[in-house]
């Protein structure tokens, strides 16, 4: 049974910091591309960050240089690195994958707030 559990949100002030974590389970993690998607009330998800299984990284022009995608393939661990947080930044940060279907975390909340 796949599984993906995030953790690490909260409220910060600008220009703060977070960083997320999303424990996984249920299936060869080292195989496969994981994403972190953010969705605003109202909105679609909106593709953050992604890591391919060797590594490779890439990220949504808006968080460019503030957030850093990392994974463990020995934890089956990955992570969201998030600095110099905007307010624009706030929303609820979900893991992500995809194998025959997507599979979802349940989310974790990040507010950026004074």
């Known amino acids: 049974q796949v599984q993906l559990v995030e953790s690490g949100g909260g409220l910060v002030q600008p220009g703060g910091s977070l960083r997320l974590s999303c424990a996984t389970s249920?299936?060869?993690?080292?195989?496969?591309?994981m994403n972190w998607y953010r969705q605003t009330p109202g909105n679609q998800r909106e593709l953050v960050a992604s890591?391919?299984?060797?590594?490779?990284?890439n990220y949504a022009d808006s968080v460019k240089g503030r957030f850093t995608v990392s994974r463990d393939n020995a934890k089956n661990m990955v992570y969201l690195q998030m600095n110099s947080l905007k307010p624009e930044d706030t929303a609820v940060y979900y893991c992500h994958f995809r194998i025959y279907r997507n599979y979802w975390g349940q989310g974790t909340q990040v507010t950026v707030s004074s």
């Open positions: 249920g299936f060869t993690f080292s195989d496969y591309t």
């Open positions: 890591i391919t299984s060797p590594g490779n990284t």
